[in-house]
């Protein structure tokens, strides 16, 4: 059985899509664990209606303690063999579940990844990111945790599109203390547990675009800042395990942290005195990390020589 986890918080005009394209899934042998942070509007109503018309629906109805919880209490909760998570406003495709289980039966992996596409709040794709279909192809942990450190990354850092064996989730979960970036922690405890991955390349999963949300760019300051301790963590799980891979990661983790500040400076410059002075707060630990690490970027054959340059007057 697969268990399907989807934290639901103030979604209401974009939830039904999401609970019919799973309820919907060519694969039957589902539960369907939604679980309502407290969400203000008709979320819960709409959970329980899903609920009542389908017995593979479950919800957990919680005060609001944020996505990393709902996604913990959903693990928590799940009885099934594989684990998949899905945000609440985007959807599946029909035969998203299946094709990923079917993946993972033929390569004996623990972990299946598939593609996305995007779209827009008119639910139009984005034709400029259409995702490429190919043959199925099946990762080392090595080639796994290269790709996690690709710039862009070629393994999306997202718990969305992937199915995980439970026994590669045991003892882990999101954590509730950041802001940002929870995924990214998440993936990387979840990585010392998986020998092998197989990509679907398929654009099995719909990526709602939304003007304002967390992924993109209504991130505050302190959310920023949050992420760069989960990325020094994967760049150091990944380095840990495979040496080799230092300066690709490092190029990664420096590109990811100087995109990060880059955005903090922006959105500092906006703010009031009393809230801009945090923020430059935050920018001086931020600056503080990015100089720590510039100094081995320096030397890394991976970075283009002016960017290394750049590293070396920051």
């Not at 017995?55 to 303690?65: D, E, L, T, Y």
Request: proline share 4%.
């Amino acid at each position: 059985m697969i268990s399907i986890i989807v934290p639901i918080y103030n979604v209401e005009k974009y939830l039904p899509k999401c609970l019919d394209s799973l309820i919907h899934q060519t694969c039957r042998d589902l539960e369907i664990i939604l679980v309502d942070d407290g969400s203000p509007d008709r979320c819960p109503e709409i959970c329980d209606s899903y609920a009542a018309l389908d017995a593979r629906v479950r919800v957990i109805h919680q005060k609001n303690s944020g996505v990393s919880a709902a996604r913990n209490a959903g693990l928590a909760s799940a009885r099934g063999e594989w684990i998949g998570f899905m945000d609440p406003d985007d959807w599946a495709d029909p035969t998203m579940y299946e094709k990923l289980l079917q993946a993972i039966r033929q390569s004996g992996a623990s972990l299946a990844i598939c593609g996305y596409n995007y779209y827009d709040e008119s639910y139009h794709v984005d034709a400029q990111r259409i995702y490429p279909v190919r043959e199925n192809e099946l990762l080392d942990r090595r080639e796994l945790l290269k790709r996690l450190s690709d710039m862009p990354p070629t393994v999306r850092h997202g718990a969305v599109n992937k199915l995980f064996h439970a026994s590669a989730l045991k003892g882990i979960s999101f954590p509730e203390n950041l802001r940002s970036s929870e995924d990214v922690a998440f993936l990387t405890a979840c990585m010392k547990n998986v020998q092998q991955a197989v990509i679907v390349h398929q654009p099995l999963y719909q990526n709602l675009v939304r003007k304002g949300s967390a992924t993109h760019g209504a991130l505050k300051t302190g959310s920023l800042a949050d992420s760069f301790q989960a990325h020094k963590d994967m760049y150091e799980m990944i380095i840990a395990a495979y040496p080799d891979l230092k300066d690709h990661s490092l190029a990664f983790l420096m590109d990811v942290c100087l995109l990060k500040y880059t955005e903090t400076k922006g959105k500092a410059a906006m703010l009031s005195e009393e809230k801009n002075a945090a923020a430059k707060k935050r920018l001086r630990q931020m600056r503080r990390f990015i100089k720590k690490y510039a100094w081995q970027a320096l030397f890394d054959k991976e970075i283009y020589w002016k960017t290394r340059i750049y590293y070396l007057l920051f």
